[in-house]
């Protein structure tokens, strides 16, 4: 078992990730808030983000928020995703559904649509 | 029921891995698990109740519901809901019986607010499992985990609110047990019943057609809801909220993610209500009260993570 360096480039933020766990979950487990948190299952896409370096494996994910050919270049869910060396990350919300969850709205916690 | 239609009957839901999706609906949740067809998909039921299935697992790209299906007093019924159906102008689609093993035709349409729905008069009979109808004892012994009573009720997202109330009220009988209303009147959230139970089904106002929020299966009382919360602990299953009591309903509730993002609830008690009580009315200003009765405060996970 590695322990891998993540640092996510808008915020700068950088925790500790094993390589036996996904990057989602090193985050949670340390505080971090810099990737939103949704379903932890592949599923609503909300954590969903670009890997600008480093090497990685992912778990089966909702292809609604990232197509074989997104995979490709590097978008995954942080959710799904298991760092094999220390990466750099940038989150990118889906542009498949406009006004969901963005990173640091939590001033503003009620969607325009409930309001 | 005034229209004919019942109850919930079942809900087709998409995983991404079959096998994990039964850890989870079958370890931790409790439902039991009745047949496979040659889709490879998966029927399950809870315990209490009489027909074969009420939860279908199928394996795919996205995670979401597919469908969820109603049931209706008889076939004259169902041919009457038909040309209703179509007279108010949605599309039917008809499956034949034994699409879904041992159940009768369905009837499919899609509501305004981009759900498919849909109602079959018959489905195999197999009693309550793990009790006999004479003399039974007062529950089955072996349930797993959360020990799932039964299937209750679904929340979707989706648009054109007011024109599916149209539709589930006027059409199929449903009616109005709890809403929440902007500034403006409009309704943002209906919950709306077919029985004592306080919604059957329920909706809230989103800008994207067809998405779904969760599936509810009902636990006997609060300690229930806390066992559950220890199992999810115990399994380390991703939570989303609770244990809390919600303001809408009254449900004392918590709610956690499938492996593959598709939220599930259990919850316990909470209102009756009859078809001549009024609708209760809650508002959007005071949404965190009403969604979330203790902490009275909006998570937004709870309002934007879908499937």
Redesign the interface.
Known sequence: MSIYVITEASSGTQFNCRSDQYVLSALQQQGQACVPIGCRGGGCGVCRVQVISGDYECGRMSKAFVTPEQQKQGIALACRLAPKSDLVIECVPSQLVPGRCKPGSKSNPIPNEVI | MKKGIIRPGHVQLRV??IEAALKHYVDLLGLIETDRDEQGRVYLKAWSEVDKFSVVLCEA????MDFMAFKVVDEATLIQLEKDLIEFGVEVKNLPAGDLKDCGRRVQFVSPSGHCFELYADKKYTGKWGIHETNPEAWPRGLRGMKAVRFDHCLFYGDELAATYDLFVNVLGFFLTEQVL?PEGNR?AQFLSLSMKAHDIAF?????KGKFHHASFYLETWEDILRAADLISMTDT?LDIGPTRHGLTHGKTIYF???????TEVFADGDYVYPDHNPITWK?ED?GKAIFYHDR?????F?????
């Open positions: 991404l891995d790209d996205e995670p979401g902007d943002i809230i106002q989103h800008e994207e991703p993610f499938d492996p593959s993002g598709n939220r959007a949404l405060e909006l998570n937004e996970r309002l934007t993570v879908l499937t």
